[in-house]
């Protein structure tokens, strides 16, 4: 079996102008057998050095600095892949903001081979401290991927930043506000009166399946059943009009429909204009509905005719209330008001975990359950020791 060794050694020099110099080499050799050598400037940071590089070469996992790349490249190298994957243009985008905002200014000139599990925690600390949890934990990510993708490729010998975790933080819920039954009932009341037949059917379907906005305007004909009264979500529209399956497993659902919508439906399938794809909601040359479009065209006149408006930055400006998300959780909160349990709502408006549901919705439901004690209550003491 070959021995593995190192040395460590002092260098001394004169430099051209003939001031003296020193420094502490390690002399080692890689895996390979190749002869490799690094400069310090103590003693002490060479021993140290040299002790770490021993392990790491007996593990198969060193890497030599002049061999190295840096993170900067090995970021490039890893996008290149994922574009090559057919990845959604928003998501691609995402991974290059990470890249160019937040990693590349941070370390993209640090060489893989120098990044330690203590160098990878700082850099996760400094995401945490100036980014929002969320924005810093898919920094993160972003990071370890472009490390796996660095060690599959064989330019650094082991993914440090496995061995770092995000944090936990406390559990807080994302409690919404949903429109209320009276402003749900207007806004119904004016898409009924609304001249844009695409509009009303539009704010029905949202308002009575709890679907993403991106659902809705990736729907065909053909995952509407009119005739059982059900739409199945099996396809979404990305910001740029790109029709793909839902981003996970649990986006794949069927959502019964009331007959309200089914009759809308039936109109609207006798006046919609053809579309290619069987698009339900196709705009109007012909291409998947943007999402903007969708809201100042046919969501925002209906919320105005309702009266559900705030007060824009001039005065004279009604700015509609509501986004079209906010109607997934008016949807949810309806099927909660109706006692449905907790199951069944995560899995009528897709969500991953029944966490996330208790997350978003779980005072809704203790609102529910509470309500529903406080009548049995009021019984109890009406009707309680009587003859």
Known sequence: MRRIMSSVRKRSWKTPSGEKRSAWIVDYRDAAGKRRAKQF?????????????????????HTPDSISTTVAKAAELWLDSVRA???????????????????????GAQKLSQLTAPKVRALLDSWLADLSRPMATRVFRSFKAILT????????GQNVALAVKVPKAPRKRRQVSPPSKAEIRAILEAAAASKDLMGRAI???????GMRASEVR???WSAINLKNGSVRVEQRADAKGQL???????????????SRVVSTLREWKMACPFHPLELVFPSQKGRVLSHTVMAKNHLKPILVAAGVTKRGEREDADVAKYTAHIFRHAAASLWIDQRLNPKRVQTLVGHGSI?????????????????AADALAIERALFANTD
């Open 355 to 371: 966490q996330v549901t208790f997350d978003i919705y779980g005072h809704l439901f203790e609102q529910a359950d509470r309500g």
């Open 85 to 107: 994957s057919d990845r959604e243009p928003t998501t691609i985008a995402a991974y290059e903001q990470h890249i160019r905002l937040h990693i590349v200014p941070r370390c």
């Open 203 to 209: 704010v029905e379907l949202v308002i009575f399946t």
């Open 149 to 156: 993708d660095a060690q599959a490729r064989a330019l650094v």
């Open 218 to 220: 990736g729907l065909a």
């Open 244 to 258: 793909g399956p839902p981003k996970s497993a649990s986006g794949f659902r069927e959502i019964p429909i009331p």
């Open 41 to 61: 400037a103590r003693k002490k940071d060479a021993d140290s050095w040299a002790v770490n590089a021993l392990a790491e070469v007996q593990q198969g996992v």
